[in-house]
């Protein structure tokens, strides 16, 4: 059984940084794209950033140059840095993994429906 948990979330000033980890047990992330979503209030959720199996990268334009992903295959985690936060990154962020071992997903922006497992997500609040 596949099981993520999402950490790191909290309360922090417009400007400053945060980092998000997904622990991810059941299933190797070395073989599986990881991905990363968010849910603000009143919205539906959205991509943020997706890494494939191999290292690569793709991010929705309005955080890149400020958020990175990345990942540990042998401790299985997720990380998502969060720079320059801003009022408008406050949601909950959730990360998920692939349904398919190497898929390619992280080529482009990916569908929620690519996905077969989800963490429980946690709040992230950017506010003075």
């Known amino acids: 059984q596949v099981h993520l948990a999402e950490s790191g979330g909290g309360l922090v000033q417009p400007g400053t940084s945060l980092t998000l980890s997904c622990l991810v047990s059941?299933?190797?992330?070395?073989?599986?794209?990881m991905g990363w979503f968010r849910q603000a209030p009143g919205r539906e959720r959205e991509f943020v950033a997706v890494?494939?199996?191999?290292?690569?990268?793709y991010y929705t334009d309005s955080v890149k140059g400020r958020f990175a992903i990345s990942k540990d295959d042998l401790a299985n985690t997720l990380t998502l840095q969060m720079n320059g936060v801003s009022p408008e990154d406050t949601a909950v962020y959730y990360c998920?993994?692939?349904?398919?071992?190497?898929?390619?997903?992280?080529?482009?922006?990916?569908?929620?429906?690519?996905?077969?497992?989800w963490g429980q997500g946690t709040q992230v609040t950017v506010s003075t």
């Open positions: 998920a993994v692939d349904k398919h071992e190497y898929g390619s997903i992280w080529i482009k922006t990916p569908k929620e429906s690519d996905f077969g497992s």
């Open positions: 059941g299933r190797a992330i070395s073989t599986h794209a």
């Open positions: 890494i494939g199996w191999n290292g690569k990268t």
